[in-house]
């Protein structure tokens, strides 16, 4: 995948660390020659963000909450004033409350389900918004990350999977609205990962191994894996894909009961 990023420019919401996807897709993206900036939400993220900025020759970081206009706007507008236009935006932001991601989905409250839909879904429509005036000019792609939670229940997955099944429909829409603009709008489906946010799900070391152990390829998805699809959707080479939803889990959202073995 070398120099299949030349040229082009971007933004990476949501790195927590090393272990994060979102990582894993700059990594890939840097390594096809893409030229990054990232945001980070507090200084705990900022210090854990900042040597791998630095090891990929980033230097370009802000603080931004995606819940709060202002800072979503002053974010954009710094970022405006680096690169008068950018090519991709990879949105890898979501939030539930942990003590609701164990248990029975009947259980989650109000507070948490709008906080959770308003970060996890809502915060991509905000964000494309913003990126649109960026990317009107010589069009982009618009990036963010989902789960087959969304459309198959998963144990203790809870409201985060009626989030990312408005993710997903977000996606759907703002891909028609921005398509005439030249602007790519898709989500990236991997199975489950040893990271931060996948950590915060009840059941999560069960649910990684019964992966492993039933997905057509008897593995789950890697960072490497999901880097090198973000990268094909934000090159040239995806240049008719939009709207879509691409699994990048082994095959494992094709199986309707698990390997005879595990039966």
């Known amino acids: 995948m070398s120099d299949m990023l030349k040229g082009k420019r971007g933004l990476i919401m949501g ?11 700059a990594k890939a993206m840097a390594e096809a020659g893409a030229e990054l900036a990232f945001t980070y939400q507090g200084e705990a ?19 931004v909450d995606v819940t709060d206009d202002a800072s979503l706007d002053r974010a954009f507008d710094n970022l405006a004033a680096r690169w008068p236009t950018i090519d991709f935006v990879v949105h890898a932001i979501a939030f539930s ?7 029975r989905f009947l259980n989650t409250s109000r507070a948490n ?17 913003r990126a649109h005036p960026l990317m009107v ?10 789960y087959q939670g969304s459309n198959k229940v998963v144990p203790n997955y809870n409201v985060m999977g009626v989030a990312k099944a408005a ?5 759907r829409y703002l891909a028609n609205d921005l398509g005439a603009d030249g602007i790519r709008v898709n989500a990236i489906s991997p199975g489950p990962m040893k990271t931060l946010a ?3 799900i009840g059941g999560a070391r069960k649910t990684y191994k019964h992966t492993d152990m039933n997905a057509p390829l008897r593995a789950n998805a890697t960072l490497e894996a999901v880097g090198g699809t973000a990268v094909y959707l934000a090159s040239d080479a995806g240049a008719c894909t939009t709207g879509e939803i691409i699994h990048v889990d082994g095959g494992f959202h094709v199986l309707g009961m698990p390997q005879a073995e595990n039966l």
Not at 45 to 63: N, T
């Open 45 to 63: 993220f900022g210090s854990r963000l900042k040597p791998l900025a630095e090891s990929i020759g980033a230097d370009f970081m802000v603080d």
């Open 97 to 103: 409350d942990k003590s609701e991601l164990t248990g």
């Open 137 to 146: 000019e010589n069009g982009g792609t618009l990036l963010t990350l989902t």
């Open 113 to 129: 389900f709008k906080h959770s839909l308003d970060i996890s879904a809502y915060s991509l429509i905000e964000v494309a918004r």
């Open 167 to 171: 993710l997903e429909s977000a996606t």
């Open 15 to 25: 790195v927590a660390n090393e272990r994060s996807i979102a990582w894993g897709i």
């Open 198 to 200: 996948g950590a915060a």
